[in-house]
């Protein structure tokens, strides 16, 4: 301690690899006709060369539509081939991997490795022969569901918010599901998992599993957030936890003051609402219109590195990640404007007095560590 200084934060940042492994861009791709690779400032969070701005090494690209369209897996496959397309365009910024090994080659060539996260288990349609597909194409992880459950596994939402949820936890085809993902090498993803699912899904993987996007309920009680004996669950289980960015999940009294803002704009959110436009969007174009105003309702950076501190308390410095959930939220925390300010969070931990080995491991060495168990055999927890 105390041989790093704040000064070095960006050479220190630059010479670590960086894996976000939850960007929701490729939805807004889909859903708004935009190219990955064209310049995208004022429209959303991330484009090819903010990330390789912001010196993203590794990028987990989710795929991700709602659990109520007719045809997601066709979804999850046109979002996939939007992203192949960009790389085919800049086969000397971004290559498509899929593996540890694969990765590492990338980084050696200086181009940014990107692979899939699916995000919702409706996406496989019930059918394994789906999952595999998948996995074929580069998904390195499902998220088992969404808020909406699949027939087989319950969501966060669901065991919460609906009491007539017939069956919570894991269906026999849930646990064949499972099964698969062990044997294929693709990550478990317990993001949006409800409590009871949770805990059947640990006990029975082989392998280490992860949370792509969630961030520490006992600092805001949220049902998306992990628990205490969830946190300690993952890390004795040899997983990680990439944390959130989203105020809602970081700032306990974030909700309260969006609802503020959602009452004071309830008729032009009314009118898009009634133009088709969907929950999500409708969000990120009042807030795109009330940008000074929103200021405020902004977490400080501060915040998200207190999720960060409290695994680090908690369970130790090998268990925690990024998931940032950019283009998947409307707001981010102050100083976090896009994808290019991740050195904001380097210079943030140096000045708590990290180690650069360390910071290594929370900038993306923990997540690779996972990822490259799964590939193994027995799953070489430790
Ligand atoms: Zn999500």
Request: hydrophobic residues 40%.
């Amino acid at each position: 301690m105390g041989i790093l200084n704040a000064q070095d934060y960006q050479r220190m940042h630059h010479n670590a690899v960086l894996v976000d492994t939850h960007n929701d861009i490729l939805m807004k791709v889909v859903d708004l006709g935009l190219d990955f690779d064209s310049d995208l400032r004022g429209t959303a969070h991330s484009d090819l060369s903010r990330m390789l701005e912001g010196g993203i090494d590794v990028q987990v690209f989710s795929i991700y539509c709602d659990g109520d369209v007719l045809d997601p897996f066709a979804l999850a496959n046109r979002e996939m081939d939007s992203l192949d397309a960009a790389v085919s365009r800049n086969p000397d910024k971004i290559v498509k991997v899929g593996s540890y090994d694969e990765i590492m080659k990338a980084i050696d060539g200086k181009k940014m490795a990107a692979l899939f996260g699916v995000e919702g288990g409706h996406m496989i349609e019930d059918n394994l022969d789906k999952l595999s597909a998948l996995y074929q194409r580069g998904a390195r992880y499902l998220t088992l569901t969404h808020n909406i459950s699949p027939s087989w596994v319950s969501s966060a939402m669901d065991e919460t918010l609906n009491p007539e949820m017939p069956e919570k936890g894991l269906t026999d085809f849930g646990k064949q599901v499972i099964r698969k993902m062990n044997s294929l090498g693709m990550l478990i993803d317990v993001s949006h998992l409800g409590d009871h699912a949770f805990w059947e899904v640990i006990t029975l993987s082989s392998k280490p599993i992860f949370a792509s996007h969630s961030s520490v309920y006992s600092l805001v009680p949220h049902r998306r957030n992990l628990k205490d004996d969830q946190i300690k669950a993952i890390a004795k289980n040899g997983g990680v936890i990439q944390v959130n960015f989203h105020p809602g999940f970081i700032d306990s009294s974030f909700e309260a003051k969006e609802r503020v803002f959602l009452e004071r704009h309830a008729v032009e959110m009314d009118s898009l609402l009634r133009s088709g436009l969907s929950e999500f969007y409708v969000m990120d174009t009042l807030y795109r219109t009330y940008s000074e105003e929103i200021q405020d309702m902004r977490p400080p950076l501060s915040m998200l590195i207190q999720h960060i501190e409290y695994i680090i308390n908690l369970v130790g410095v090998d268990y925690v990640g990024l998931g940032s959930d950019f283009d998947g939220i409307n707001l981010t925390p102050q100083l976090l404007e896009d994808v290019t300010s991740y050195p904001m969070i380097t210079k943030a931990l140096i000045e708590k007095g990290y180690s650069e080995a360390d910071i290594s491991k929370i900038l993306g060495g923990n997540f690779l560590r996972v990822l490259k168990a799964n590939e193994s055999k027995n799953g070489d927890q430790k």
